[in-house]
């Protein structure tokens, strides 16, 4: 019990550290958006978006040895064996350096025919898409090396310093962007090239830092064909499910480019970039959470990582239902307020893209707790296989004429799908009580979501549309939502826990 309340009181310490990051980083990144958003122009901001696409279609590779290394590590430190540990680690790094080579060949070759025949970019503007490709795909280079010494900063839960330099680098890109606009040069190259000089910072700083404070982030060269196989066949498995992943997003994007303009991709791209910011929220709290999850299953504590997953996907519900619910009827306001001039399908983009963050957010610590067990071959082959059928869908509804929007429609549709596959598949690796689950999980959560949306949409019209009215409305609803979450969301050792802090303060 001792060791259970002592891992709970971590994971809040390092949620509540991770959220004053996020809000940092928020406030800034939303800036920062803004800001690029006039450096660069509507065109460049969408070939910038558009190029960038392509180099994260490789991703995918890259995602299933993510999971394999954070799998793998955080559960030989669950397991206590130093030895195993610092094997691990260095055939991760080995495979991951192999891949960036992969990455480089084939970026190098199909993926460079892709940008130069097939995508619909403006020809004054080929010659610096091209420049911005040839710096991306460094920047994702450096990015996939750099995975092993993050998988093990999170794995022993030194979040602090993650949050820290994560902090750095949102300055960092806030004063590449300053810069960008009084530099004389193309701005486009220009901002593309500062970016790629940065990841390599951060690269260095986190290797210096992992090799000082973690006795096994020191490479040293390995034979172990078995733990190999091990993890190139989990990294294989999670590979799939991340090529789906990657190929529904950047393929929507594509088809967007495809039937209609850059313009569309901007629009998407500032929609997506807001997004991904808001997403924080959940990110944040199940990066604290994840270790955990994997820890317990290691130290064959299958209750204690069923209860914890539960949780986890209650509270990632409702910490997003807090930010999305309220943003989602102001967005227009919001919008305007940030960006100036908003160019057409910004808004509908923003709302959609609140839906599914909403929806897909909860799914983290399911996808978690299946990766503990090592059991993923079902779970990534028929998720991604959901994923991937996406782009005919959009294909055939674009084709007879649907708008912009009817794309990220199937896009949400299969984000529910895919959450009811993983938590079946769960449920079947280690039985669990589905009815207790949803109801936890879910079924709270949703209520507290869809009475504060009903009260929400009639207070909104008596704000005026401005910043003060946008203020207050944001300021009503989240007490509302906190109040119901209070009443509805928390069991009665949830709210006595809360009690006892108000009362302490």
């Known amino acids: 019990m001792t060791n259970i309340n002592s891992s709970n009181k971590r994971i809040a310490k390092n949620t509540m550290f991770l ?12 800036y920062t958006v803004r800001l690029l958003w006039k450096v660069l122009g509507v065109e460049n901001y969408g070939i910038y978006n558009i190029v960038g696409g392509i180099v994260l279609i490789f991703s995918f590779l890259n995602y299933g040895m993510i999971a394999s290394s954070q799998r793998f590590i955080a559960f030989e430190l669950g397991r ?20 960036a080579l992969i990455v480089l060949a084939i970026a190098e070759t199909v993926g460079l025919w892709f940008l130069n025949f097939k995508l619909n970019i403006p020809p004054t503007r080929m010659l610096a898409a091209n420049w911005v490709y040839q710096f991306s795909i460094i920047t994702f280079i ?49 901002y593309a090239f500062l970016l790629m000089i940065l990841a390599l ?27 190999m196989r091990q993890m190139f066949g989990f990294g294989a498995w999670s590979f799939l499910g991340s090529m789906g992943l990657t190929v529904r997003e950047q393929g929507v994007n594509f088809l ?12 998407k791209g500032v929609a997506t970039q807001a997004g991904n910011a808001i997403n924080g929220v959940a990110s944040n709290f199940t990066m604290a959470l994840n270790p955990q999850i994997t820890k317990r299953y290691a130290a064959n504590d299958i209750e204690g990582m069923i209860c914890l997953m539960t949780n986890g996907c209650k509270y990632a519900v409702i910490l997003m239902g807090m930010v999305v619910v309220p ?13 100036g001039e908003v160019a057409p399908y910004t808004i509908g983009f923003l709302q959609l893209i609140l839906i599914q963050i909403l929806i897909e957010c909860s799914a983290s610590p399911i996808i978690t707790a299946i990766q503990a067990t090592g059991n993923i071959k079902k779970f990534q082959l028929y998720v991604s296989s959901v994923m ?15 708008n912009p929007y009817t794309a990220i429609y199937v896009v949400i549709a299969s984000g529910i799908i895919a959450l009811m596959i993983r938590t079946i598949i769960l449920h079947n690796i280690v039985n669990f009580s589905y009815r207790n689950f949803f109801i936890k999980a879910y079924a709270r959560p949703s209520l507290i979501i869809i009475i504060t949306g009903v009260i929400g949409l009639y207070l909104y019209t008596y704000f005026p549309q401005n910043l003060v009215g946008a203020i207050g409305y944001l300021v009503c609803s989240v007490l509302i939502y906190s109040l119901l979450t209070f009443l509805i969301g928390l069991n009665t050792t949830e709210k006595q826990f809360i009690k006892r802090i108000i009362f302490r303060k």
């Open 19 to 30: 959220y004053l990051r996020m809000l940092v980083s928020l406030v800034i990144n939303l």
């Open 80 to 99: 206590g064996n130093i030895d195993r540990l610092r094997k691990t680690f260095s055939i991760s790094l080995t495979i991951h350096i192999i891949l």
């Open 142 to 190: 450096i990015t996939i090396i750099s995975v092993p010494y993050n998988a093990c900063i999170i794995a022993h839960e030194h979040i602090k310093i993650y949050g820290y330099l994560g902090i750095i680098e949102v300055f960092a890109k806030l004063g590449i962007v300053i810069l960008t606009g009084y530099l004389l040069f193309d701005h486009l190259i220009t």
């Open 201 to 227: 910072i951060m690269r260095v700083t986190y290797g210096l830092y992992c090799t000082h404070h973690f006795q096994e982030c020191r490479y040293e060269h390995f034979k172990d064909p078995h733990l």
């Open 256 to 267: 967007l480019n495809i039937f209609f303009s850059v313009a569309v991709n901007a629009a």
């Open 327 to 339: 943003l989602f009827y102001c967005a227009s306001l919001l919008l305007k307020l940030w960006l």
């Open 388 to 402: 991937v059928a996406v782009i005919p869908i959009v294909w055939l509804w674009l084709q007879g004429g649907g």
